[in-house]
């Protein structure tokens, strides 16, 4: 399935005519507990429970879609308790930055939820006189928790997948603040289950800016793939219901522009496509660096 949220917090089924709205499915109580508390986003109590997902699909085929045209979508997983990144987790991006390590050497970095944005989104550039680029990602939901998991269990904790960009600006500050401007982690358009998605392993992906290809590359190009990542990552911290991995970029990062359109398109997910504006830009306060 493709689960989007759109409008006021609400879930629905995407499906060639439009999406079905399963809000009520899931607010509805269910046997056994789930493990994101009320109050969170329905996506990310959905995330928590099996038990409605699998109510989810017995009912929606049963339901009428609105057109994709009518509603907003918004960041499906809109609150996750963390973003974990990989850096350098692609051999052609190591080159172009003339990097020296790559995630064998760092690890990841967490970037802060409020940076999220949902498709049709606008990513704002805080300063004038920084370079600040795109960067294309694929990216995954955790379902079930995830503590000390091996790389042949971590795929089996995973809610489903979705595009994600992450937008950086260039300088010697730590990743995770260049990283975590409001704005500046662009998500979607949707989540796409692991029985639709198919083989992690093996998905193709395209970033375009104003119509020109950035960053085309494939998952299978990953150094560390994503089972391996998602394992790694919960020997460190334990991975929620709703947390999102991002699994890094390819070569081919650019810089952005005032008015910019970015559309980054990922096989068997979709489209994802937000603008980009220098409004209330100001020059930076910090000294730049390298990175």
């Not at 989007?4 to 917090?9: L, P, R, S």
């Not at 020296?100 to 704002?124: C, E, H, W, Y």
Request: glycine content about 10%; charged content about 20%.
């Amino acid at each position: 399935m493709r689960l989007a949220t759109f409008d006021d917090d609400r879930v629905g089924v995407v499906t060639e005519t439009g999406v079905v709205d399963v809000s009520d499915l899931i607010d509805r109580p269910v046997d056994g507990p789930i493990a994101a508390a009320p109050g969170t986003s329905r996506m990310r109590r959905l995330a928590a429970a099996p038990a409605l997902l699998a109510r989810i699909r017995h009912e929606f085929p049963a339901r009428s879609p609105r057109p994709l045209a009518d509603v907003t979508l918004q960041a499906p997983l809109p609150d996750p308790s963390k973003i974990v990144a990989a850096p350098v987790n692609y051999r052609d991006h190591k080159a172009e930055m003339r990097l020296k390590g790559d995630i064998n050497a760092m690890g990841f970095f967490l970037k802060a939820p409020t940076s999220l944005l949902g498709p049709g989104g606008q990513v704002r550039l805080p300063y004038t006189d920084r370079r600040i680029d795109h960067e294309a990602e694929f990216a995954v939901v955790i379902g079930a928790p995830a503590h000390h998991v091996s790389p042949d269990e971590a795929l089996g904790h995973v809610f489903g997948y979705t595009g994600l960009i992450d937008v950086t600006m260039r300088g010697g500050e730590e990743r995770s603040m260049r990283k975590s401007f409001d704005t500046f982690t662009p998500i979607g358009p949707w989540i796409v289950t692991p029985d639709e998605l198919g083989d992690p392993s093996d998905v193709g992906f395209t970033l375009w800016t104003n119509g020109t290809v950035r960053q085309k590359s494939n998952t299978a190009e990953l150094i560390w793939d994503v089972a391996r990542f998602v394992a790694f990552a919960s020997t460190v911290t334990t991975l929620l219901p709703g947390d999102v991995i991002s699994t890094g970029t390819p070569a081919g990062v650019s810089p952005l522009a005032d008015g910019d359109t970015v559309t980054l398109e990922i096989d068997r997910i979709g489209r994802l496509t937000v603008t980009v504006t220098a409004d209330g830009a100001v020059p930076c306060p910090l000294t730049p660096g390298e990175g």
